[in-house]
């Protein structure tokens, strides 16, 4: 009697199965992924939330809902610290997040924050795409169980205060800038004579409403996207750190991922990266500045010649400092793929 039974309920399944194609014997297994940042929700503004709500959506589709992408934008889920903190520990699985806080849990990321390294963001686009970075990726994940699925882009930083316009370090001196969690952000601040402060980014606005700072340094598009125009007044562009956004996934959870579903994680990161340099990009130099003055700031562009004494008082002892920090074959390395990129994208 009970080998019948069993033998109607097998016939039931099977006779399921091939009237209803696309049911299976067993469910296949599915995965969420709680994927953190710190920008405000806005696609049109934010590159990291475009990047997100494309990784998203291309994931979603291609995985046919076996992956669920959960998005945590404007520090949600706590600060940058906590969020790369989460990646590591599996309580989340992804965040984008910039090179400020990597530091603290790999040193060897000082070796990307050259001042004034790079003139065009294809220069930095060919140095952050080479196998230099790749390298430098692989070594982090050994290190840390955190990889880096994307290296997007953040946006060439610009100093802006609250006091008088910069136009040379001379006016930088005696300036208390916030930077992020850097130390070789902060180590440049201090060259330039400026003193540096590092604040968490969740904090920042506040920070500078209440004058704890006198200015800080971003690019373009987050000036505009976290608003700071309502507690800044003068922005220069100098671009002295072309700045690096990168996606990191918990390497435990992308290895328990089926080899399809790690393949398509890996081409949704991939393809929103680029959304995520483009969007930058062309917010940053076509929407933002005009914005940012409609709104009152006033925005210095250095001549040439000011430009490089900024990078002559900060770039040769960043990188020696760099050097006393971690192997300085990372920084002989990165400076090497900065060096042939503007050679290969020298015009004819």
């Known amino acids: 009697m009970v080998k019948r039974n069993l033998m109607f309920?097998?016939?039931l399944i099977l006779g399921m199965a091939l009237v209803f194609p696309g049911m299976s014997l067993a469910a296949e297994k599915?995965?969420?992924?709680?994927?953190?940042?710190?920008?405000?929700?806005?696609?049109?503004?934010?590159?990291?939330?475009?990047?997100?709500?494309l990784f998203k959506r291309y994931v979603e589709d291609r995985s046919g809902g076996r992956i669920k992408v959960e998005i945590y934008p404007a520090n949600e889920l706590g600060s940058e610290r906590e969020q790369i903190e989460g990646v590591q520990?599996?309580?989340?699985?992804?965040?984008?997040?910039?090179?400020?806080?990597?530091?603290?849990?790999?040193?060897e990321i000082l070796a990307t924050a050259i001042p004034y390294a790079f003139r065009t963001y294809t220069e930095?686009?060919?140095?952050?795409?080479?196998?230099?970075?790749?390298?430098?990726?692989?070594?982090?994940?050994?290190?840390t169980g955190i990889r880096c699925l994307d290296v997007n882009q953040n946006g060439f930083r610009n100093f802006s205060n609250n006091v008088h316009t910069i136009k040379t370090p001379a006016d930088l001196k005696g300036l208390k800038v916030r930077t992020m969690e850097h130390r070789g952000h902060m180590k440049m601040v201090e060259s330039l004579g400026g003193n540096p402060v590092p604040i968490a980014w969740g904090e920042l606005y506040?920070?500078?409403?209440?004058?704890?700072?006198?200015?800080?340094?971003?690019?373009?598009?987050?000036?505009?996207?976290?608003?700071?125009?309502?507690?800044?007044?003068?922005?220069?562009?100098?671009?002295?750190?072309?700045s690096i956004d990168f996606t990191f996934i918990n390497d435990k959870f992308y290895q328990s991922l089926p080899e399809d579903l790690r393949q398509i994680v890996y081409e949704g990161a991939d393809i929103s990266g680029w959304l995520h340099r483009t969007t930058e990009t062309y917010v940053s130099n076509v929407v933002a500045v005009g914005a940012l003055m409609d709104k009152g700031?006033?925005?210095?562009?250095?001549?040439?010649?000011?430009?490089?004494?900024?990078?002559?008082?900060?770039q040769q002892p960043v990188i020696d400092w760099i050097?006393?920090?971690?192997?300085?074959?990372?920084?002989?390395?990165?400076?090497a793929e900065i060096a042939q990129a503007k050679v290969d994208l020298k015009a004819p």
Not at 33 to 43: E, K, L, Q
Not at 216 to 241: C, R, W
Request: negative net charge; proline residues 7%; hydrophobic residues 40%.
């Open 9 to 11: 309920a097998f016939t």
């Open 30 to 53: 599915t995965y969420t992924i709680r994927y953190a940042h710190g920008d405000p929700p806005d696609a049109a503004v934010s590159p990291a939330h475009a990047d997100a709500v």
């Open 89 to 107: 520990l599996g309580s989340v699985q992804m965040c984008n997040i910039s090179e400020g806080t990597v530091g603290i849990f790999f040193p």
């Open 124 to 143: 930095a686009w060919r140095a952050l795409d080479s196998p230099y970075m790749v390298s430098l990726m692989e070594e982090m994940r050994k290190k």
């Open 206 to 242: 506040t920070a500078l409403q209440q004058k704890v700072v006198d200015g800080q340094e971003n690019p373009p598009s987050l000036v505009l996207a976290m608003k700071f125009y309502e507690v800044q007044k003068y922005y220069t562009l100098d671009g002295h750190i072309y």
């Open 297 to 314: 700031m006033e925005v210095y562009v250095p001549t040439a010649e000011e430009t490089a004494i900024f990078s002559k008082m900060s």
């Open 323 to 335: 050097k006393t920090q971690i192997d300085p074959k990372w920084v002989d390395g990165f400076m």
